[in-house]
């Protein structure tokens, strides 16, 4: 389904969340356009890389491996920050906040983004300059994001999604922000939340702490949704979205996760936690 098509239909259904889809939307649109012209250095494999692969377990690369793009992350950011500008009181008061300490040089974006985009840099340059974390922390990672697809994209043929099958991304080891359900069988894949990669996984399998045990895995749906399911794990108390793809055809997984937050409050009040909370989450 076209992607504005199937965020009407979501408004429609949910007239609250309009404003937050609208914001996915123009953010979403700008970084498809940077990705037409980016340039980003090929990705050099070492050979031993694809030996601890195989052997020891260890992902292909670290995420500060992908190259990144720096000029046409700067402008993204920078236009992603006029978005954000227009897009609620407390983004538009953040912009702001993260426009003076850009003019002050109290945050260097150019060395955020040469080192690999570090949660831990993030947060610690975000503390510093008295800005709000997670709002930053949204428009560094989505203006990097780019790039990173761009990156995995290269080496995707040096994978097989299908024989991974650990709770970790193979591609840059980051753990997965969403389980998708595809194809008749429902195959199982999960999505990582960092470079995008997607890849098959049990049915019944905890990513988070590998729990197999069928006793200490349950799920459950929205109401009329059974589109949208949470995996709960009750030995590490973490749980997964998962969107069954079988019902509402493929999608952008972002949005559907986005339209969601319903469930995450209520996996939230029966106890358990998002290890990769959707960044759009207020
Ligand atoms: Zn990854
Ligand atoms: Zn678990």
Redesign the pocket.
């Known amino acids: 389904m076209e992607k504005l098509e199937r965020i009407q239909q979501i408004k429609k259904k949910r007239p609250g969340y309009g404003e937050i889809l609208d914001f996915y939307q123009m953010v979403k649109e700008e970084r498809d356009r940077v990705k037409a012209s980016l340039k980003i250095k090929p990705i050099k494999l070492r050979k031993e890389w694809k030996e601890l692969l195989a052997k020891e377990g260890f992902s292909l690369i670290q995420k500060e491996d992908f190259p990144l793009d720096i000029e046409a992350s700067v402008k993204l950011f920078q236009t992603l920050c006029q978005i954000g500008k227009d897009a609620n009181p407390h983004m538009s008061d953040q912009v702001k906040k993260i426009k003076e300490a850009l003019d002050s040089k109290r945050i260097d974006l150019k060395k955020i983004l040469k080192e690999g985009v570090k949660e831990q840099r993030i947060e610690q340059m975000a503390d510093e300059s008295g800005v709000d974390k997670k709002v930053f922390s949204f428009l560094i990672q989505s203006s990097a994001k780019p790039s990173i697809e761009a990156g995995?994209e290269q080496l995707r043929s040096e994978l097989d999604p299908e024989t991974w099958l650990k709770g970790y991304?193979p591609?840059?080891g980051?753990l997965p922000s969403l389980s998708l359900l595809k194809e008749e069988t429902g195959k199982r894949y999960l999505l990582?939340s960092?470079?995008g990669?997607q890849w098959r996984i049990e049915r019944l399998f905890c990513p988070f702490c590998n729990n197999k045990e069928h006793e200490s895995l349950q799920y459950f749906c929205g109401e009329n949704e059974e589109a949208y399911r949470i995996d709960l794990c009750d030995k590490c108390h973490r749980y997964i979205k998962t969107i069954d793809f079988r019902i509402i055809g493929e999608s952008d997984p972002s949005l559907e996760d986005l339209a969601t937050p319903h469930l995450d409050i209520l996996a939230t009040q029966k106890g358990y936690k998002r290890p990769v909370p959707n960044p759009w989450a207020a």
Do not use: E, L, R
Request: charged letters at 0%.
């Open positions: 995995m991304c591609m840059c980051s990582c960092y470079c990669y």
